[in-house]
């Protein structure tokens, strides 16, 4: 009988540490939340999932010491999540068939600049690691990916002008891409899983 009274005790203690953490911090961590996302609905949800973690660390008995902080760094934790799965599943579409491109432009692969804090950091190191990628490629490789991925040039209109076959500027391109998706993969991958 005492342990069923101590439990509920604690129960009743860890409500009240509940209560209280989250009438201190639930304004300033949604002001924090807004800052780095532009729907007020995803602001709340990411904070309803960090009070969520919050109340699950004290039924596990691990109480949060600095909870203002700690929910800080839920809340980012979980707007980078869904951040992620977003262009995951911008990423993930329906794989082109052969002969067949992604009508996607390079900049819809990108995080919107206009997304926030975290949007726009991620996009700037994006961008550093593509920028140095396409540093590495072969002068002829790098000329006919950037003609074609971001001037948007075909290959007739970039054979037509440079006097080099299709074929050869098809090459090109397979090889560009392929050492970009070799070099650029682990930087990806560090980003996703971290």
């Known amino acids: 009988m005492d342990a069923a009274l101590t439990d509920r005790l604690t129960a009743s203690a860890q409500d009240r540490e509940i209560a209280s953490t989250v009438q201190r911090e639930r304004g300033r961590l949604l ?5 780095r996302t532009a ?13 969520y973690e919050l109340v699950l660390a ?9 909870a203002g902080a700690w929910l800080t760094r839920v809340a980012r934790n979980r707007i980078v999540d ?21 009508d996607e432009a390079f ?9 926030g804090a975290e949007s726009s950091v991620i996009r700037e190191l994006l961008l550093e690691e593509i920028e140095a990628a396409l540093e590495e490629l072969p002068y002829e490789q790098r000329e006919v990916f950037v003609a074609h991925e971001l001037d948007g040039l075909s290959f007739r209109e970039l054979s037509a002008r440079s006097g080099v ?15 970009l998706q070799r070099r650029l993969r682990a930087a990806w991958d560090d980003w996703l899983l971290t």
């Open 31 to 35: 002001a924090f939340i807004r800052r």
């Open 39 to 51: 729907d007020a609905a995803e602001a709340e949800d990411v904070l309803q999932d960090a009070l």
């Open 58 to 66: 004290y039924r596990m008995m691990r109480p949060v010491e600095q």
């Open 82 to 102: 869904r951040f992620r799965r977003k262009s995951r599943e911008r990423l993930t579409g329906p794989p082109a068939t052969d002969g067949e491109e992604h």
């Open 107 to 115: 900049e819809d692969l990108l995080p919107d600049a206009d997304g």
């Open 165 to 179: 076959s299709v074929n050869t500027l098809l090459s090109r391109k397979r090889y560009a891409v392929l050492h």
